[in-house]
């Protein structure tokens, strides 16, 4: 068994007050059995702040902490961050290992008009393993692009993680509350888990976070949710034999004329993650 965090977190003021919660969160699950913990979409810096003001700098040390942390934790752990690359700002999703080390990182690629403001988008789908576990992962809007899961989910990955940042008016935000966001049919069509950790409550000029987080089986059943008012961590524990990856594996084959073009295209992606 495998076992999860979904971390549902209300942003702080600063990047300092940000980071020393996640690290005390990180250790608070970790001592709780927690294989891989995700928290939400920037939470380093959380997503209302002014990113044209950061530097490499500051990224870089908050970064250090973390990895330390980790470390020192001994649990895999996903979190949300800016990053700088080449110059240019990404939303990014950075993925530490048990010893700390930034194993991977996936780039925000279809960006909000909020984030285009700011980030460059990233240019390759997530595919990376957490004890030896195939996983993938999109950020926020993304959810809305479904072939961003499908082809991993074809070279095989089993969970899928969601970091989000909810900025909607509040009638949007409710709209989303009580699993009515799409993400347990994202999992059942693709046979696979996800985990999906989402800021909550109140952010700025009256939009709003609608949190539940969640946990979804590769059934669509919800094995962990949150509400949508409070900062808090659920959990769950998941049998990657359960993830069969059934309808991606069976989509590789028929129709028939498209078997090419699945593997050019799997391929592709594979080449860009060396």
Same mark, same amino acid.
């Given at each position: 068994?495998?076992?999860?965090?979904?971390?549902?977190?209300?942003?702080?003021?600063?990047?300092?007050?940000?980071?020393?919660?996640?690290?005390?969160?990180?250790?608070?699950?970790?001592?709780?059995?927690?294989?891989?913990?995700?928290?939400?979409?920037?939470?380093?810096? %959380?997503?209302?702040?002014?990113?044209?003001?950061?530097?490499?700098?500051?990224?870089?040390?908050?970064?250090?902490?973390?990895?330390?942390?980790?470390?020192?934790? %001994?649990?895999?752990?996903?979190? %949300?961050?800016?990053?700088?690359?080449? =110059?240019?700002?990404?939303?990014?999703?950075?993925?530490?290992?048990?010893?700390?080390?930034?194993?991977?990182?996936?780039?925000?690629?279809?960006?909000?008009?909020?984030?285009?403001?700011?980030?460059?988008? =990233?240019?390759?789908?997530?595919?990376?393993?957490?004890?030896?576990?195939?996983?993938?992962?999109?950020?926020?809007?993304?959810?809305?692009?479904?072939?961003?899961?499908?082809?991993?989910?074809?070279?095989?990955?089993?969970?899928?993680?969601?970091?989000?940042?909810?900025?909607?008016?509040?009638?949007?935000?409710?709209?989303?509350?009580?699993?009515?966001? =799409?993400?347990?049919?994202?999992?059942?069509?693709?046979?696979?888990?996800?985990?999906?950790?989402?800021?909550? %409550?109140?952010?700025?000029? =009256?939009?709003?976070?609608?949190?539940?987080?969640?946990?979804?089986?590769?059934?669509?059943?919800?094995?962990?949710?949150?509400?949508?008012?409070?900062?808090?961590?659920?959990?769950?524990?998941?049998?990657?034999?359960?993830?069969?990856?059934?309808?991606?594996?069976?989509?590789?084959?028929?129709?028939?004329?498209?078997?090419?073009?699945?593997?050019?295209?799997?391929?592709?992606?594979?080449?860009?993650?060396?």
């Amino acid at each position: 068994m495998f076992t999860v965090t979904s971390v549902q977190m209300i942003f702080r003021e600063t990047i300092e007050e940000n980071i020393e919660w996640i690290a005390a969160t990180i250790k608070n699950t970790a001592n709780n059995g927690a294989d891989a913990v995700l928290f939400p979409e920037c939470a380093v810096t %959380g997503y209302v702040y002014d990113f044209a003001q950061l530097t490499p700098r500051t990224i870089h040390e908050a970064l250090l902490y973390l990895s330390r942390t980790v470390s020192e934790a %001994g649990c895999n752990v996903l979190v %949300g961050s800016p990053t700088f690359e080449d =110059g240019r700002l990404k939303n990014s999703l950075l993925i530490f290992n048990r010893k700390g080390k930034i194993i991977f990182q996936y780039s925000k690629i279809h960006l909000t008009p909020v984030d285009k403001q700011y980030f460059t988008p =990233g240019d390759k789908l997530a595919f990376f393993h957490l004890d030896r576990i195939p996983c993938t992962a999109i950020i926020c809007h993304e959810r809305r692009y479904p072939e961003l899961v499908r082809i991993p989910v074809m070279m095989g990955a089993k969970i899928l993680f969601h970091p989000n940042a909810g900025l909607d008016d509040k009638a949007v935000s409710k709209a989303k509350r009580k699993g009515r966001d =799409g993400i347990a049919v994202r999992a059942f069509e693709n046979a696979i888990y996800y985990v999906f950790s989402n800021s909550v %409550g109140p952010q700025c000029e =009256g939009k709003w976070s609608a949190g539940d987080s969640k946990i979804v089986a590769p059934d669509s059943s919800v094995l962990a949710l949150a509400d949508n008012r409070s900062e808090t961590v659920i959990q769950a524990q998941l049998d990657p034999n359960l993830a069969t990856r059934q309808y991606a594996k069976e989509a590789l084959e028929l129709p028939h004329f498209l078997q090419p073009y699945w593997k050019g295209m799997i391929e592709e992606c594979q080449r860009r993650l060396k």
